[in-house]
């Protein structure tokens, strides 16, 4: 039986890697999901919106602009989910049918244990232990998401895959303008955390069931989102911000019951170990659902590795050129010395790597996970071919010399 499950698993999976290459139009060079769904699912099915702006968009609205971040962050971080959430929560998120703009998937997150599912496209995140959530919480519960990137944003991730054989680092630089959007969505029941009530739910394939029936439902729990700031410049020239679920809070519909949590656009470089008031992360004053803070109070969401921020982790995106030697870890360790620590809470700036012999991937995660499955996905023997080979004579990624990076989680 459970050699039957995993053969039919396998199967389904070699026509998801097979897929692309009867594809028709090169606007869909990269597969939606782990699996395709099973016979018989009528259900909700994931696609991957990969038709990328060919030439730069416009800067379009930016109705953050409005707002100083620094002094009305709960203004400014409002107006950036208000956009994002324009057009999209009226089509569940099913992005092909936003018919105010356009909104992108990175590609390869399909890939590996933690891939994309195919019902929402839901890759998994770390696990929220007990206690975590909510005083209530008995048991540890899976999270998975899934996030989108704008058309300016889009338009980056374009450009680095256009050449689907061989991702081109040297263009990951995301113009400003450029918005992504994450869904956190929690397989933790309201009856180990009342605060889901009400909640946005969906039902999605992360226990990888081969039959077509009810899939486990999971409650939308927190909202990322991350903007390239041109006001942000002298620190990291992006902002992240995040959005807490509160079924408690006043709002029509569950989108209406987001709560900011705070924002940064800094890593407070120098107030690591000082005990001093942060000046670049600032923390929704009237939050009602308590929070796990990052490290020395700095932002992250609920589902986080406190000893990490937003941006601490984010800044590590990046990629060798030589794919031989391994990543980085995406947050310093327990014992970290100060100068470790250092090191991870410095402001770096949009387009400049962490490690100086490495390749920037600006601050994007899915960029650097991409890469990273692509790149694993090939294996270590495979020599660059055709465009590939091309590729790596101008400087893009050689895999022919072993592949010794993996993908990064949330716990780092
Ligand atoms: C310990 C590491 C870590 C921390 C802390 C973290 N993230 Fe991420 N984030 C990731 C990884 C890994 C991905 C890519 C994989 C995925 O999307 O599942 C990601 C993806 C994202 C994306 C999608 C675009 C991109 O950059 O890849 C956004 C937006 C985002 N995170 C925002 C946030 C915000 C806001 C916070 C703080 C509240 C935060 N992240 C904290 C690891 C982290």
């Not at 699912?41 to 609205?61: E, H, I, N």
């Not at 609920?302 to 000893?307: E, I, Q």
């Not at 060798?320 to 700036?349: C, E, G, H, M, W």
């Amino acid at each position: 039986m459970v050699e039957d499950q995993s053969a039919a698993r396998i199967f389904r999976a070699a026509i998801v890697a097979a897929s692309c290459f009867f594809c028709a139009s090169a606007s869909a060079q990269f597969p939606d999901a782990h699996d395709p769904p099973p016979a018989g699912w009528t259900g909700p099915v994931f696609r991957l919106k990969q038709d990328y702006p060919q030439t730069l968009p416009s800067l379009g609205a930016r109705p953050w602009m409005s707002f100083d971040f620094r002094t009305q962050p709960n203004e400014y971080i409002k107006a950036v989910l208000d956009y994002a959430l324009e057009g999209n929560k009226q089509v569940d998120f099913v992005v092909q049918n936003n018919s105010t703009r356009g909104w992108y998937h990175a590609p390869w997150m399909h890939a590996g244990a933690a891939g994309r599912e195919f019902v929402r496209g839901l890759t998994r995140e770390r696990s929220s232990r007990p206690g975590e959530l909510h005083p209530n919480q008995t048991g540890t519960w899976e999270n998975w998401a899934v996030s989108v990137y704008n058309p300016r944003g889009g338009f980056t991730l374009g450009q680095v895959w256009k050449d689907p054989d061989a991702p081109n680092p040297s263009v990951a630089k995301f113009p400003v303008g450029s918005v992504s959007i994450k869904l956190i969505f929690t397989e933790a029941p309201v009856s180990q955390v009342p605060y889901l009530a009400g909640s946005v739910e969906w039902q999605a394939d992360i226990n990888r069931a081969n039959n077509a029936g009810p899939r486990p439902t999971l409650r939308l729990l927190q909202v990322d989102v991350a903007v390239r700031e041109s006001r942000a410049a002298s620190t990291t020239g992006w902002v992240f911000g995040t959005f807490v679920y509160d079924g408690n809070a006043p709002g029509a519909t569950p989108w209406d019951r987001l709560v900011p949590v705070g924002l940064m656009w800094g890593n407070d470089p120098t107030r690591v170990r000082t005990a001093q008031a942060l000046q670049q992360t600032k923390i929704n004053a009237g939050l009602q659902i308590p929070q796990h803070l990052g490290f020395e109070k700095r932002l992250n969401g609920p589902v986080d590795n406190p000893r990490s921020s937003c941006l601490s982790c984010h800044s590590t995106a990046q990629i060798q050129n030589d794919l031989s030697r391994p990543s980085r870890a995406a947050i310093p360790p327990a014992n970290a010395t100060v100068q470790t620590l250092r090191l991870y809470f410095r402001n770096i700036k949009s387009g400049t790597p962490f490690d100086a012999n490495a390749l920037s991937l600006d601050y994007s995660l899915q960029l650097q996970n991409g890469i990273a499955n692509w790149a694993q996905a090939a294996g270590p023997s495979s020599a660059p071919r055709g465009a590939a080979a091309a590729g790596a004579a101008r400087g893009r990624l050689d895999r022919s010399r072993g592949v010794n990076i993996r993908p990064v989680g949330r716990d780092g």
